[in-house]
């Protein structure tokens, strides 16, 4: 199916594990986008990437890595979940920079640090 | 710290009624977007409004942009049940990013 998709859409996992949220996109957008939503602060941006092997932190990037060899995955990893990572996780593509163009998002992934 | 704020963050109106929100911003833009969230849900594009425009139509959409005073604001007429939901502006910050604000909460009551 075209479009944007995020695996797992929930996810509960243990204090210091590793976990890694999917993201992928069938669109060949070159920009893409990972947000982490919590009450009272509407989104931030955790990481972005204006292409393959391009990426560059947000307001909030520790305790997480991306990476994007292929322009149609951008996995975010938490290297060593902490409760405080507990949040709803949505990824975004778009196909140019957001000076010009909108964005489209995932359904989010609804992760749980226990 | 982010780039937008809506006001106000949380808006109850009667079927009918017309809406209106807020969003101020701290840096120089090149443009600005809004999007809604439905419960649960991804967000979705509703407009985006470039640095040199003042005001952009689109159905029942209204959305104005005043540069000098770094804010914007969108007006949903007519509004429906279905127009429930949180509604966030987004910036470029003058960058290749985009950030969001804390988001207005809209019920529209039937």
């Known amino acids: 199916d075209a479009g944007i998709t995020q695996s797992p859409r929930y996810k509960i996992t243990e204090t210091g594990r590793q976990v890694t949220l999917m993201c992928h996109q069938t669109w060949s957008h070159s920009y893409m986008f990972w947000y982490r939503q919590d009450l009272g602060h509407g989104l931030r941006l955790i990481y972005y990437s204006a292409a393959a092997d391009i990426t560059d932190k947000g307001e909030v990037p520790d305790g997480y890595v991306v990476s994007r060899s292929k322009t149609e995955n951008f996995p975010l990893t938490l290297e060593s979940a902490t409760r405080s990572q507990t949040s709803v996780y949505f990824c975004a593509s778009s196909s140019r920079t957001p000076r010009y163009t909108e964005a489209f998002f995932g359904q989010g992934t609804r992760l749980t640090v226990v | 710290s982010q780039q937008g704020e809506e006001d106000p963050q949380a808006l109850s109106i009667q079927e009918g009624e017309n809406a209106t929100m807020n969003c101020s911003y701290k840096t120089s833009i090149n443009n600005l977007q809004w999007y809604r969230q439905n419960s649960g849900r991804g967000l979705v594009h509703l407009i985006l409004?470039?640095?040199?425009?003042r005001e952009k139509h689109s159905g029942r959409l209204r959305v104005t942009l005043d540069t000098s005073k770094k804010s914007s604001s969108l007006l949903i007429t007519a509004s429906r049940a279905a127009d429930t939901a949180s509604y966030f502006c987004a910036t470029d910050a003058g960058g290749n990013d985009m950030r969001f604000g804390a988001g207005t909460r809209l019920t529209v009551k039937p």
């Open positions: 409004i470039r640095s040199n425009e």
